[in-house]
Nanobody
């Protein structure tokens, strides 16, 4: 089975920074799109940012200029650098990885809490 192992979540004050990492491993050699989604309290799961194998990126409008996605294809790892965090960013963040087809895999989710 494919496993997505996340790290980097936690509690941070407004204006602070966190860096999330997600390493994919298992039977899949490589992935097409890798990225991050989040689910805030009382909200649905929304795209935060993603990146294709070739480097094309997408960002939610609310995080543009503050978050940066990056990817190391040699180790199937995707990162999310989150700067100038706001209380509205509080959510469970999920790593995702999609194969060359349409199959998608998900991490377990990691809590990010922005509070003073």
């Amino acid at each position: 089975q494919v496993q997505l192992v996340e790290s980097g979540g936690g509690l941070v004050q407004p204006g602070g920074s966190l860096r999330l990492s997600c390493a994919a491993s298992g039977s899949i050699f490589s992935f097409n799109v890798m990225g991050w989604y989040r689910r805030a309290p009382g909200k649905g799961r929304d795209l935060v940012a993603d990146m294709s194998h070739g480097g094309s990126t997408s960002y939610a409008e609310s995080v543009k200029g503050r978050f940066t996605i990056s990817r190391d294809n040699t180790v199937n790892t995707v990162y999310l650098q989150m700067n100038d965090l706001k209380p509205e960013d509080t959510a469970v963040y999920y790593c995702s990885a999609r194969t060359w087809g349409t199959t998608a895999y998900w991490g377990q989710g990691t809590q990010v809490t922005v509070s003073s």
